[in-house]
């Protein structure tokens, strides 16, 4: 008895290859310590917490499969009404695969974020950044200074909470010959309010008088 022929399965029964994006969101998503992975706006983007955040990016970084050489940017995001009120956020590239992952992890701003700057060494940049503008901790980090804001400066700037005018105001003081530091003084001068039409106030225009003497 011949055997039946082979039915070639449908377009329908084949699945789709993965894309490049979906196959490492794949990837990340089985990664110890991780708490969710997906994809926002075509980029990657996974979740993790302060507790899990080193073996994530150590694994990140080192395992082949990922090749994640650089730290492009550390960032903070403020949201002043959730408990866990601010989130780090870092994007990482790798050069050799082409592929970019951003990581995500919160925090109180009172519990410190570990550094990663024993795996990049250029997040030192960032994480001071962040610490200036943000005021998020990072436990690990050997130079925790400002890098942007000015020296004695008071309070975060990026913080939602931080008003707009700041605390303290710098200027030039001509008596003491040097630059100061004083409270924010917020002075209204005075104005003349006019409230006439300018059809109705201005009863001469330039050259009215040459017509006066002419007449």
């Not at 990049?120 to 994480?127: D, L, M, S, V």
């Amino acid at each position: 008895m011949a055997d039946a022929p082979e039915i070639a399965p449908s377009a329908e029964q084949v699945p789709a290859p993965l894309s490049p994006t979906e196959a490492l969101t794949q990837a990340v998503a089985g990664l110890p310590g991780v708490l969710s992975a997906g994809i926002e706006v075509g980029e990657v983007v996974l979740r993790t917490d302060l507790a899990g955040l080193i073996s994530v990016m150590t694994v990140l970084k080192n395992e082949p499969r990922f090749s994640f050489e650089q730290c492009m940017d550390i960032c903070g995001v403020d949201w002043p009404t959730s408990p866990e009120r601010f989130e780090v956020v870092y994007n990482l590239l790798s050069v050799s695969l082409n592929q970019r992952v951003r990581v995500i992890v919160r925090t109180d701003g009172v519990q410190p974020v570990p550094s990663v700057a024993g795996l990049w060494a250029a997040a030192t940049w960032w994480e001071r950044e962040t610490w200036d503008l943000f005021g998020i901790p990072f436990s690990g980090q050997p130079d925790l200074r400002r890098i942007l804001t000015d020296y004695g400066f008071v309070g975060h700037p990026m913080r939602k909470d931080f008003p707009m005018t700041g605390y303290v105001e710098v200027r030039y003081d001509e008596e003491r010959r040097q630059v100061v530091y004083e409270p924010v003084k917020l002075v209204q001068d005075y104005r003349r309010f006019d409230f006439i039409s300018p059809w109705e106030g201005m009863t001469t225009l330039p050259g009215d008088e040459k017509a006066h003497r002419e007449g």
